[in-house]
């Protein structure tokens, strides 16, 4: 071993890190010997390539080193390089291939005598994976077309800020399906990112940006661009018998893309929320019309452009209707206008809620379903999920089919039960109902105000009044009278 030359021992150790990664950890010899360093996604856990990456690294005691990257997936692409992105003055090459291919050399990107080079800023675009096959080959013709060109700017992986060698600032550029785990990850130093959905296809859910967000301790300017504003398609479900929808901010935009004329169940669970989030629909073609003045920068202009379709048979009257209070036809939200429907207007019943944003996106979004569908609706359960008064008001003038009605945790006021009681005349807004469960719903008071008027035309069979606690045994007993025993009551 003594008596082989150096060189060839550099050649063995290079064959045993292509061949088996981790061969060279078992070595204890020159830090010449680990400024090779290769890895792979597909051998290699992401874990362990981030391991033995900062092995490499320590071992080459400071010397350059070169890094071969064989991706099977273009996303996996940023995790296999972030052990590196931190020790840029060392790094003299990196060669990528399999998924994508491309050979740096770093020592083109800046000149050593204005300093240490910086990489500062990680652009990061989304695209689907097919569009991420078509971008590259569209940079590989343009460089090829390009040839040695050296007033164009660069295609590839890492780019110099100016062209000019004036200034050792870099920037990374990649094209990803989805952003990587921050498991995946070692700390990112990027000062600047950007993140854009170059796609039609894919969004970024909120979830994985923030956690993708950790992984960068030291940002300073931050930069995302989401494609919002194009409008996802209306979905006929013709044979939709059922519909769940539970613990989603996304009510009312999944129930307003959604045709279904055959649903005859929609269960609404876990949907209140007591923050402030965006209610309106984003997709909203704008009305053709001048720009108004000003906008309001948060809620929803009160106004009474759909009054008519909220007024209660037993409550009081909706204010008058004004000039003042029409609503504007669009709205600031998402951070653009967004135009607004009959029922965006704030409710003129002004009742208490606990979640009036979640209340206004559920409600609109029920009532965009059903204008749309006009489904055969014969059961509806709202368990932890509200409406403004408005929109059972509505709800309850048009569901006529409806036969099963269930809440729970609930903030209606009594209002709204009052809507169920028939009318002097005998008319019941739903004259189908047979079951009607109220639990839990800590608003309710009394539903005992409907004089026992045409007590005979009350089709329901059974009532349950449950952990209401405003709803006293007085009134329990004096609801016995009219229903008997229909009535469950806790």
């Not at 990456?53 to 296999?80: C, E, H, Q, T, W």
């Not at 652009?123 to 460089?143: G, K």
Request: hydrophobic share 40%; proline share 8%.
């Amino acid at each position: 071993m003594e008596r082989l030359p150096t060189e060839l021992l550099v050649d063995i150790f290079t064959w045993c890190t292509h061949s088996a990664a981790l061969t060279a950890t078992t070595l204890d010899h020159s830090p010449c010997l680990f400024q090779l360093i290769f890895l792979d996604d597909h051998s290699l856990t992401f874990k362990l390539a981030n391991r033995l990456a900062n092995f490499y690294l320590a071992r080459s005691a400071g010397l350059p080193f070169d890094v071969n990257i064989n991706v099977a997936s273009k996303d996996n692409l940023l995790p296999l390089l972030s052990p590196f992105l931190n020790h840029l003055g060392r790094w003299r090459s990196c060669t990528i291939a399999g998924a994508k291919e491309e050979n740096i050399r770093f020592a083109e990107f800046w000149n050593r005598g204005n300093g240490e080079p910086k990489l500062e800023e990680l652009d990061i675009a989304i695209l689907d994976p097919a569009e991420i096959d078509e971008m590259a080959n569209q940079i590989q013709v343009q460089s090829t077309a390009e040839g040695n060109n050296t007033n164009t700017t660069p295609h590839g992986t890492f780019k110099p800020y100016t062209i000019s060698l004036t200034s050792n600032l870099l920037f990374m550029a990649v094209f990803l399906s989805k952003l990587p785990s921050p498991l995946t990850l070692c700390p990112l130093r990027f000062v600047t990112v950007s993140i854009t959905e170059a796609t039609l296809t894919l969004s970024v859910p909120s979830d994985d940006l923030l956690r993708f967000l950790t992984v960068c301790p030291e940002l300073e300017f931050f930069s995302f661009t989401e494609n919002i504003r194009c409008p996802p398609p209306i979905v006929s479900l013709p044979r939709l018998r059922s519909l769940v929808l539970h613990g989603t901010l996304c009510t009312r935009i999944l129930l307003s893309h959604l045709h279904t004329p055959a649903l005859r169940e929609l269960y609404l669970e876990h949907l209140n929320v007591d923050f402030e989030f965006p209610v309106l629909n984003p997709y909203l073609p704008l009305p053709s019309r001048s720009p108004i003045d000003s906008l309001p920068t948060s809620g929803v202009p009160r106004g009474s452009a759909d009054i008519e379709s909220a007024t209660s048979p037993n409550g009081p009257p909706p204010p008058p209707l004004t000039e003042m209070s029409l609503p504007s036809p669009r709205a600031l939200a998402f951070g653009f206008e967004c135009a607004l429907e009959d029922g965006d207007s704030d409710d003129e019943f002004a009742d208490f809620s606990q979640s009036p944003h979640s209340d206004h996106a559920t409600g609109m979004g029920l009532r965009s379903l059903l204008s749309r569908s006009s489904p055969p609706l014969h059961v509806l359960e709202m368990d932890y999920a509200d409406m403004r008064t408005k929109d059972f008001a509505w709800l309850f003038s048009r569901a006529q089919s409806l036969t099963d009605f269930r809440i729970v945790a609930s903030d209606m006021a009594d209002r709204v039960v009052r809507m169920l009681a028939p009318d002097e005349s005998g008319t019941l807004l739903l004259p189908r109902l047979r079951s009607l469960e109220l639990i839990n719903c800590q608003r309710l008071m009394r539903a005992t105000d409907t004089k026992r008027r045409a007590v005979d035309v009350f089709p329901l069979e059974d009532v349950a009044v449950v952990g209401c606690v405003n709803f006293a045994i007085d009134d329990g007993l004096e609801l016995a009278e009219v229903l008997g025993e229909r009535l469950r009551f806790h």
